[in-house]
Nanobody, 118 residues
């Protein structure tokens, strides 16, 4: 089983920064993708950024140039550095891990609230 524990959400003004962390424990496998999704009120959950164990990084167009995803494989932790935050970035942010072996197993964290407000 895999557990994901997120931290780092909070309240910030537009233009500010936050850093989210997600620590994974359990059998995460050697080939996996860790990433962040977000869900704003009344909207569907959407991809923010992904980082594969092979080093590939993927970003939603809306966050390119502002957000940076990184991984510390020794700590099984993924980070999301969010700069130049905008009102539309307000959402619950969820950590995700996809373990890839003979099948794909999908795991989610409990979510952390990010609120960008004046």
């Amino acid at each position: 089983q895999v557990q994901l524990v997120e931290s780092g959400g909070g309240l910030v003004q537009p233009g500010g920064s936050l850093r989210l962390s997600c620590a994974a424990s359990g059998s995460i496998g050697s080939i996996n993708t860790m990433g962040w999704y977000r869900q704003a009120p009344g909207k569907l959950r959407e991809l923010v950024a992904l980082a594969t164990s092979g080093g590939t990084r993927t970003y939603a167009d809306s966050v390119k140039g502002r957000f940076t995803i990184s991984r510390d494989n020794a700590k099984n932790t993924v980070y999301l550095q969010m700069n130049s935050l905008e009102l539309d970035d307000t959402a619950v942010y969820y950590c995700n891990l996809v373990r890839i072996s003979l099948r794909r197993d999908n795991y989610w964290g409990q979510g952390t609230q990010v609120t960008v407000s004046l």
